[in-house]
């Protein structure tokens, strides 16, 4: 019996196949809304370009486990009727995620479904804006929020040549709306949920 077990682990690590690699895409926003007695304002992140690192472990021939950073260079906003007004800033995502995939790792074409969850930070580069656009709906402020973030979705990796892959996928990042970043006035509601949806196109290397 404990011959059998040492031979399973054995074989489970001589299995294991470990990735790191980079990505560029672009993030789009699913954005929120904020709800007053003096109107409404669209409240957000813009639409910017994404990069990102990928550290990951395929434990078995069809699933593995994957550290992801992405960085979205997007700016916090208020949109009313007239009014437009943004400040500078970003955000960092780190996430663990599982990755199953269709098809053996011996494939050059490999097809995957991904999910996973960590946090992102809400990080303010610049100064308020002087004055504030909308006060009595909302405003804008130098807060730096964390937030718990899940990450969904899907891609494929091409082995190009042995040890290096390509990758394209789809992932949405969903978080909570930031509250203390973007801030309604006393007795308003801001309501949606942020998701950026990033396509990411990148390469890896395996060993």
Same mark, same amino acid.
């Given at each position: 019996?404990?011959?059998?077990?040492?031979?399973?682990?054995?074989?489970?690590?001589?299995?294991?196949?470990?990735?790191?690699?980079?990505?560029?895409?672009?993030?789009? /926003?699913?954005?929120?809304?904020?709800?007053?007695?003096?109107?409404?304002?669209?409240?957000?992140?813009?639409?910017?370009?994404?990069?990102? %690192?990928?550290?990951?472990?395929?434990?078995?021939?069809?699933?593995?486990?994957?550290?992801? /950073?992405?960085?979205?260079?997007?700016?916090?906003?208020?949109?009313?009727?007239? #009014?437009?007004?943004? %400040?500078?800033?970003?955000?960092?995502?780190?996430?663990?995620?599982?990755?199953?995939?269709? =098809?053996?790792?011996?494939?050059?074409?490999?097809?995957?479904?991904?999910?996973?969850?960590?946090?992102?930070?809400?990080?303010?580069?610049?100064?308020?804006?002087?004055?504030?656009?909308?006060?009595?709906?909302?405003?804008?402020?130098?807060?730096?929020?964390? =937030?718990? #973030?899940?990450?969904?979705?899907?891609?494929? =990796?091409?082995?190009?040549?042995?040890?290096?892959?390509?990758?394209?996928?789809?992932?949405?990042?969903?978080?909570?709306?930031?509250?203390?970043?973007?801030?309604?006035?006393?007795?308003?509601?801001?309501?949606?949920?942020?998701?950026?949806?990033?396509?990411?196109?990148?390469?890896?290397?395996?060993?």
């Amino acid at each position: 019996m404990k011959y059998a077990i040492v031979i399973l682990f054995a074989g489970a690590a001589f299995a294991q196949q470990y990735e790191i690699g980079a990505n560029v895409g672009y993030g789009f /926003y699913r954005n929120g809304t904020i709800f007053s007695a003096s109107g409404t304002a669209q409240a957000g992140i813009r639409n910017r370009f994404a990069a990102g %690192i990928i550290l990951g472990d395929e434990f078995s021939n069809y699933v593995s486990a994957e550290f992801h /950073y992405l960085y979205h260079d997007g700016h916090p906003f208020l949109q009313a009727p007239g #009014v437009k007004s943004d %400040i500078q800033g970003q955000s960092d995502s780190l996430t663990c995620d599982l990755l199953f995939h269709f =098809k053996t790792r011996e494939h050059r074409l490999r097809p995957f479904l991904a999910g996973g969850a960590g946090a992102k930070e809400y990080i303010i580069a610049g100064p308020e804006p002087f004055p504030q656009p909308i006060p009595q709906i909302a405003s804008l402020t130098t807060n730096d929020v964390w =937030k718990v #973030v899940f990450s969904v979705g899907g891609g494929v =990796k091409f082995r190009l040549i042995p040890h290096m892959l390509l990758r394209a996928e789809f992932r949405d990042y969903l978080t909570t709306f930031p509250r203390q970043q973007i801030v309604p006035a006393p007795h308003n509601t801001a309501r949606g949920v942020f998701q950026q949806f990033t396509p990411l196109f990148g390469v890896s290397y395996t060993f």
